[in-house]
């Protein structure tokens, strides 16, 4: 049984940061994409990051651009979200997901499993 578990959310001030990890477990994505989706509340669910399966590509939405890093530990079987200078848009819950793909990792209907998600809340 395939499961993604994040951890590394929580409350943080304004301008501070947060890593985020996902560990995967019941098979391996080593040659899978992964990526991080947010749900604010009231909001639809978002594309935040992605990152292929080597590590040597990564996207981002506009919105965290500079701000947030995608990578990846293959040997882990773990991906990771560094989100620094935060701000209180940044709220959301924040999902992991892993794809049977590499195409069009930026679309969430081309992720196959998801975690169950951890709270980010920014206070400013």
């Known amino acids: 049984q395939v499961q993604l578990v994040e951890s590394g959310g929580g409350l943080v001030q304004a301008g501070g940061s947060l890593r985020l990890s996902c560990a995967a477990s019941?098979?391996?994505?080593?040659?899978?994409?992964m990526g991080w989706f947010r749900r604010a509340p009231g909001k639809e669910r978002e594309f935040v990051s992605a990152?292929?399966?080597?590590?040597?590509?990564?996207y981002y939405v506009e919105s965290v651009k500079g701000r947030f890093t995608i990578s990846r530990d293959n040997a882990k079987n773990t991906v990771y979200l560094q989100m620094n200078s935060l701000k209180p848009e940044d709220t959301a819950v924040y999902y992991c997901a892993a794809s049977l793909s590499n195409l069009y990792i930026t679309q969430a209907t081309r992720y196959n499993y998801w975690g169950q998600g951890t709270q980010v809340t920014v206070s400013s």
């Open positions: 019941g098979r391996t994505f080593s040659r899978n994409a």
């Open positions: 990152i292929n399966w080597s590590g040597d590509s990564t």
